[in-house]
Nanobody, 122 residues
Framework: QVQLVESGGGLVQPGGSLRLSCASS????????MSWYRQAPGKQRELVAV??????????TYTDSVKGRFTVSRDKTENTFYLQMNSLEPDDTAVYLC?????????????WGKGTLVTVSS
């Protein structure tokens, strides 16, 4: 059973930066995809970014509202998935959750962390 643990959240002023980490008990290089989601109070969970390395081709996509401001990366040595967030805005306030999908023998298993809270406020 893979465990994902997020960290790095906190209070930051508008325009500031944070880097979130998702530490995995499994090899991040083995996951078909890793993603960051967020859920703001009273809102539905939203996909922020997905990094796909399985399949025919590798790609990363971001939701429109964070393009140019957020960047994901995987550190295979540290088995950690990162979300670098720059130029933060109040609307970025949410609990950020890490997600990983593992595919073995054509069967997919999804893993979730418990989340880390990001608050953007002056």
């Amino acid at each position: 059973q893979v465990q994902l643990v997020e960290s790095g959240g906190g209070l930051v002023q508008p325009g500031g930066s944070l880097r979130l980490s998702c530490a995995s008990s499994g090899q991040v290089s083995n996951f078909y995809s890793m993603s960051w989601y967020r859920q703001a109070p009273g809102k539905q969970r939203e996909l922020v970014a997905v990094d796909v390395t399985g399949g025919i081709r590798s790609y990363t996509t971001y939701t429109d509202s964070v393009k140019g401001r957020f960047t994901v990366s995987r550190d295979k040595t540290e088995n950690t998935f990162y979300l670098q967030m720059n130029s933060l805005e109040p609307d970025d306030t949410a609990v950020y959750l890490c997600n990983a999908v593992e595919i073995l023998n054509n069967f997919g298993t999804e893993y979730w962390g418990k989340g880390t809270l990001v608050t953007v406020s002056s």
